[in-house]
């Protein structure tokens, strides 16, 4: 049966395979307003659409497996934007660009070398206090959980020991993946050496060439979007430069004053757990949070107050970061919502682990600078 014009009608001969052979004929008509016919999908449509689901599906399995070169593009690019600091800075006053970037790295790294030349016998000794006091103290925390677990429950509530050993098995396992990660090649030893020379030097040459490669990735786009894509990414890498920026100064200051505070208690391994706890400040919300874990471990060792005591020292930095350092250092840097930044963090820990959480904030600031600009500010102009 066929639909015309006029109502039904009888059967058409070889109505149905002609609408089949035919890739433009409409394989059910859908009625439009006023009672028009109107477009109808075509075996042509639904050819094109499973070919784009196919295609994006391979372009989102082609990138998880290649996002160990994702990752090391991302770093290599926020060591781009740190030379670029001061690259920029030595090819204003004359210098060319190619030997500015190469005096700023070495000059870089010949100051961390020679940082971690003058501190690393006392930084060895004290990680190797960390190393052997950990597990111990660790295991004098477990006793504690324990025995007050007890004292609400009662010999009844004690749990199983077969438990309690599967449960440890179990946190062990879940921390080592999350150390670890979903990232095959940087796991190993040597992939975490061959990652760190290609961020190096793609950092290097990104840093050089930075305006051809943003011109390279603008002619990606239309013509007429050229400049508002270019505009955007350099107020976004803008942004991101001055996020580096502030957290930077963030790490060395947290660094220096968890030091001087655990030294000034009588915590071992003072300076280990402060170069721990400003590493860990490039990961906000849970950097601080991970940092604290083996400070207090350790000051369990010492007695229960000084373990009370770190902590109180460690709120006390953060709170003092956040109300009184960051306003300062990250004046202009883009702004990221507490949640969000919470989520997103979780979020990429799950998927990639530490690595993941590393990159987060960097990454979602990036995101969301871009954002604002090709969109939302695009919106609030009227579309213009």
């Keep these: 049966m066929v639909m015309l014009a006029g109502g039904w009608h009888g059967p058409c001969p070889l109505s149905g395979c002609a609408l089949l052979m035919r890739g433009r004929q409409p394989l059910w008509q859908v009625t439009g307003r006023n009672g028009e016919p109107g477009r109808g999908v075509t075996i042509g449509f639904v050819a094109r659409a499973t070919l784009v689901v196919i295609g994006l599906w391979s372009l989102a399995h082609l990138l998880w497996l290649g996002r160990d070169l994702l990752f090391i593009t991302f770093f290599a690019a926020l060591v781009a934007l740190f030379l670029s600091i001061f690259v920029d800075r030595l090819e204003a006053v004359g210098m060319p660009r190619a030997i500015a970037a190469v005096v700023v790295l070495f000059v870089l790294l010949a100051l961390i070398g020679c940082l971690f030349l003058v501190a690393w016998p006392t930084l060895r000794d004290q990680l190797l206090v960390i ?3 950990l597990p111990e103290a660790l295991a004098d925390l477990e006793e504690w959980v324990r025995a ?20 440890q098995d179990r946190l062990s396992r879940e921390a080592a993946n999350i150390v670890a990660g979903a990232l095959p090649l940087l ?3 040597v992939g975490t050496i061959f990652g760190l020379f290609v961020v190096v030097f793609a950092g290097l040459y990104l840093s050089i060439e930075a305006r051809l490669y943003m011109e390279g990735l603008t002619r990606l786009f239309p013509p007429r979007a050229r400049p508002r ?8 890498g803008s942004d991101l430069r001055r996020w580096i920026l502030g957290t930077a100064i963030n790490m060395v200051v947290i660094g220096v004053a968890t030091t001087i505070g655990l030294m000034l208690m009588g915590i071992p391994a003072a300076l280990a757990l402060g170069l721990i706890a400003g590493f860990l400040e490039f990961i906000p919300i849970y950097g601080p949070i991970l940092s604290a874990v083996p400070a207090v471990a350790v000051a369990l060792l010492v007695s229960p ?7 109180v020292l460690y709120v006390a930095i953060q709170q003092l970061e956040a109300n009184l350092l960051a306003p300062l250092v990250m004046r202009g840097a883009v702004r990221l919502p507490p949640a969000l930044t919470l989520l997103f ?12 959480l590393l990159l987060a904030v960097p990454i979602l600031a990036f995101t969301l600078a871009l954002v604002r600009r090709l969109y939302v500010e695009h919106l609030e102009n009227g579309g213009a």
């Design 229 to 236: 894509i270019e505009r955007a990414l350099r107020e976004a």
């Design 131 to 133: 190393q052997r006091k």
């Design 345 to 356: 963090g979780a979020l990429m820990a799950v998927l990639f682990g530490f690595l993941g």
């Design 187 to 189: 796991n190993t030893a």
């Design 305 to 311: 107050s000084d373990a009370l005591w770190v902590v």
């Design 148 to 167: 007050q677990y007890m004292a609400v429950t009662g010999e009844v509530g004690r749990p199983r020991p077969e438990l309690a050993a599967q449960l």
